[in-house]
């Protein structure tokens, strides 16, 4: 009895060394062409360990672990020493497995290996490489539009973003349609989610069951519930978020006070650009009657910290750790700032916070604060 207890201990331990060596992720390589003595590759992403190995007779081999929905990055040695540009690539990997990457002339880089073995990494690939070359037609046939005007305008902007939305936008929408069963389309849902506001929520209720529960999808699903959330006459769901002290904040402590809700980030320049301006406003209308509340959208917490030293700014901050940004205002760049009235209820939006003090959100002030 002993010896078959034995047995069954064995074989179940076995068994899960045996789903722990699969939950792996292999890749194969072949680089041709001369490297040049820069001979290393490297891996690095969120929830992933950083690594490298060495191309030895124009091969290697990678092994990272099999994370969901982690996202790897990879680049070569020779191209952030040798080719212009970003040299670090994601690859979309949606199981364990082996995946194969054949690059046939060194100097078109490491991203420009063939792939094989992984589905998404293949489909990725793909949406990539299409991508790019009408990024490219895009930039021409703007282009080709102002080839008599030396300056570039913010006019020329506005011609681009045209063509985003006649030619980018259809294209990324086929695509998730056309992958509407696969971990890839809810992965490219989720990282154009921003761009794609009129045609979220029909592209969202195309993914299958099993889909809608990727954390791909389930940001996606936040931000629709934030668009229904972040308009005029709701009233904001309460929560709390810490302060620098980590001290936790709560929104329903602003009750009483028109709130200026000003979300930004110590990336952003354009925020910064606009705190000599809020800080104005602030003087102006600080008191019982008004508030601003930073909340910072920043996953680097010391960076936010940091960029707080700096700034000295004399309303209170938060940060972002739960989304809040997302799945009660919909926020899709920074800053956005948004008047909330002193029931908490969403009063006005406002993209970008100018130096003129013309805004929609600063007229509103004057009017209901009478300064």
């Not at 060394?17 to 194969?28: D, L, M, N, P």
């Not at 104005?280 to 910290?305: H, M, P, T, V």
């Not at 707080?308 to 956005?336: C, E, G, M, R």
Request: glycine letters at 8%; a positive charge.
């Amino acid at each position: 009895m002993k010896k078959r207890k034995l047995l069954l201990v064995l074989m179940m331990i076995g068994l899960t060394v045996g789903a722990a060596a699969q939950s792996k992720v292999v890749i194969k390589g072949t680089v041709k062409g001369d490297l040049k003595g820069y001979t290393k590759v490297y891996v690095f992403g969120d929830g992933l360990p950083e690594d490298s190995v060495e191309i030895k007779n124009g091969r290697f081999t990678l092994s990272i672990p099999w994370v969901k929905d982690a996202l790897p990055h990879f680049y070569s040695e020779y191209d952030s020493k040798l080719r212009s540009g970003p040299p670090a690539f994601p690859m979309v990997i949606d199981a364990p497995g082996t995946i194969y990457v054949d690059v046939a002339d060194v100097t078109q880089g490491l991203r420009s290996g063939k792939i094989r073995g992984n589905a998404s990494a293949i489909a990725f690939q793909a949406f990539e490489e299409g991508r790019e070359k009408l990024r490219i037609d895009m930039k021409a046939a703007a282009e080709e539009r102002f080839k008599n005007n030396k300056s570039k305008d913010s006019t020329f902007s506005m011609v681009f973003m045209q063509e985003v939305q006649r030619r980018l936008i259809p294209y990324i929408c086929n695509f998730v349609e056309t992958h509407a069963d696969s971990y890839i389309g809810a992965f490219i849902l989720g990282r154009y989610q921003s761009v794609l506001p009129d045609d979220l929520e029909r592209l969202y209720n195309k993914l299958g069951p099993l889909q809608k529960r990727t954390a791909p999808a389930e940001e996606v699903s936040a931000r629709l519930a934030g668009l229904k959330r972040a308009v005029t006459g709701f009233e904001v769901i309460d929560f709390t978020l810490n302060t620098p002290e980590d001290q936790p904040t709560a929104f329903s402590s602003f009750r009483g006070k028109y709130l200026l809700v000003d979300f930004w980030s110590s990336w952003c320049g354009p925020c910064k650009a606009s705190f000599p301006h809020m800080k104005e406003l602030y003087q102006q209308y600080r008191g019982d009657k008004f508030e601003i509340l930073g909340i910072s959208i920043d996953e680097d917490k010391a960076a936010w910290l940091n960029e707080l030293k700096k700034q000295q700014l004399p309303w209170p901050q938060v940060l972002d750790t739960k989304k809040i940004s997302v799945n009660s205002f919909a926020v899709t760049a920074v800053p956005t700032a948004y008047l909330i009235s002193p029931d908490g209820k969403i009063m006005m939006k406002q993209v970008g916070f100018g130096e003129a003090g013309d805004g929609e959100i600063e007229k509103k002030l004057k009017e209901l604060l009478g300064k």
